[in-house]
């Protein structure tokens, strides 16, 4: 099973890192080992040094790219920059996104009620960045119904309609 360790004794400031004669070979250190640390490893399973290192270095540098990309798509699809537990305003409620995300609410409500409302458009809402994902409170007109305008609370990323109720 290979593993990742670092050797705090080794971190060298980056500048001078580059300048400098290495003293250690790398920040980090990939290599082999079994389930326990006191049994001898097989010759066979040891691993370059170098090649491990870059193998660690491209995993980690593939997901942090992925997990940035992730969260500015999510924003970027309702057409606003949030931070974390802020609520904003969506700006661009004529995103397709947005009005996918109220014709879904829309159907959701139906089966749960067995009500046959049918979706018009989203005409406002707000955005909640969390660490689990999206929450929308989304402003929905519809038509066949008692009222022609309700509120969806929904969090996205399950997706999972909280509330929808009459404006």
């Given at each position: 099973?290979?593993?990742?360790?670092?050797?705090?004794?080794?971190?060298p400031?980056?500048?001078?890192?580059?300048?400098?004669p290495r003293r250690c070979r790398s920040l980090i250190m990939a290599r082999a080992?079994?389930?326990k640390?006191?049994?001898?490893?097989?010759?066979?399973?040891k691993v370059d040094a170098a090649a491990g290192r870059r193998r660690a270095m491209v995993?980690?540098?593939?997901?942090?790219?992925?997990?940035s990309t992730a969260a500015a798509v999510r924003s970027?699809?309702?057409?606003?920059?949030t931070k974390t537990g802020q609520w904003v305003d969506i700006e661009n409620v004529a995103d397709p996104y947005?009005?996918?995300l109220g014709k879904w609410a829309v159907m959701?409500?139906?089966?749960?009620?067995?009500?046959d409302l049918q979706f018009d458009r989203v005409f406002g809402g707000s955005q909640q960045q969390d660490v689990a994902g999206m929450y929308y409170f989304l402003a929905i007109k519809t038509t066949g119904g008692p009222s022609p305008s309700y509120e969806a609370n929904l969090f996205a990323s399950l997706p999972q309609l909280n509330s929808f109720k009459p404006l």
């Amino acid at each position: 099973m290979a593993s990742l360790t670092t050797n705090a004794l080794c971190i060298p400031i980056m500048a001078a890192a580059a300048a400098a004669p290495r003293r250690c070979r790398s920040l980090i250190m990939a290599r082999a080992s079994p389930a326990k640390h006191n049994e001898r490893q097989d010759p066979a399973v040891k691993v370059d040094a170098a090649a491990g290192r870059r193998r660690a270095m491209v995993l980690f540098s593939a997901a942090a790219i992925t997990a940035s990309t992730a969260a500015a798509v999510r924003s970027a699809r309702a057409g606003v920059s949030t931070k974390t537990g802020q609520w904003v305003d969506i700006e661009n409620v004529a995103d397709p996104y947005v009005q996918d995300l109220g014709k879904w609410a829309v159907m959701e409500h139906n089966s749960r009620t067995g009500e046959d409302l049918q979706f018009d458009r989203v005409f406002g809402g707000s955005q909640q960045q969390d660490v689990a994902g999206m929450y929308y409170f989304l402003a929905i007109k519809t038509t066949g119904g008692p009222s022609p305008s309700y509120e969806a609370n929904l969090f996205a990323s399950l997706p999972q309609l909280n509330s929808f109720k009459p404006l």
